[in-house]
């Protein structure tokens, strides 16, 4: 009678199991712009001019050659893809804020330009959800989150809102501009809102003029 030998694989003494598969971080990684975005905002009139500014800092915004909105600072529910699973970061930004409700005013003096620089990125959707497992923070499921992108050269449009008068829910709500700067933040809201538009051919520099004659 032969003997039938079953032989399973031993370590220590224990069953050896394959180890479950480790979680592809990889992919989620950014690359640093090389340039700015610049917008040079330009009074030549004899009176202030108010320029509206969102909560995140933007007194523009920007659509691309095709007419695609083109978000270039986090805004809304966002996830930035390395952030989140970096320890100890702040992961997302926090959902279900109104933007409009917490924008404000900059007052530009009479001869005064703002130059305003911000990094020449654009903020895309990664192609995939990071696992659950390369988050740092609690989370049982894949999780969407956000690249920022350097920007592509080619043509943008530019628009920003501005007024020549202040509108003041309660009291004076107008501000002194700093003498060097020209300009100053107040805690109004705009007027009448007129909308100034321009184009950029980037990597450049696009400049919103506010002319004697209204423009």
């Not at 933007?58 to 695609?68: N, Y």
């Not at 956000?146 to 809102?161: C, D, I």
Request: glycine share 8%; charged share 20%.
């Amino acid at each position: 009678m032969l003997g039938l030998s079953l032989v399973v694989g031993l370590v220590g003494g224990t069953l050896a199991c394959d180890p479950e598969p480790s979680a592809d971080c990889t992919g989620f990684e950014e690359e640093a712009p090389s340039e700015d975005w610049q917008v040079d905002f330009v009074n030549l009139r004899d009176v202030p001019v108010y320029i509206e500014v969102d909560c995140v800092g933007q007194p523009f915004s920007m659509t691309d050659a095709q007419g695609d909105p083109v978000a270039f600072a986090p805004f809304g529910c966002e996830c930035f893809c390395p952030e989140v699973m970096e320890p100890g970061e702040a992961n997302c930004l926090s959902c279900g804020v109104d933007c409009i409700d917490f924008s404000y005013v900059q007052r530009l003096e009479p001869g005064a330009t703002w130059s305003v620089v911000l990094p020449a990125i654009r903020i895309v959707a990664a192609a995939e959800t990071i696992p659950a497992a390369c988050v740092d923070m609690p989370s049982e499921v894949d999780l969407n989150c956000v690249l920022r992108e350097p920007a592509e050269p080619g043509s943008y449009t530019l628009r920003a809102f501005s007024s020549s008068t202040l509108a003041c829910s309660s009291g004076d709500c107008d501000c002194e501009a700093d003498p060097e700067l020209g300009r100053c933040v107040t805690t109004g809201a705009l007027g009448d809102r007129v909308e100034a538009s321009t184009s950029l051919e980037f990597p450049g520099t696009a400049s919103i003029v506010f002319s004697a004659t209204g423009g």
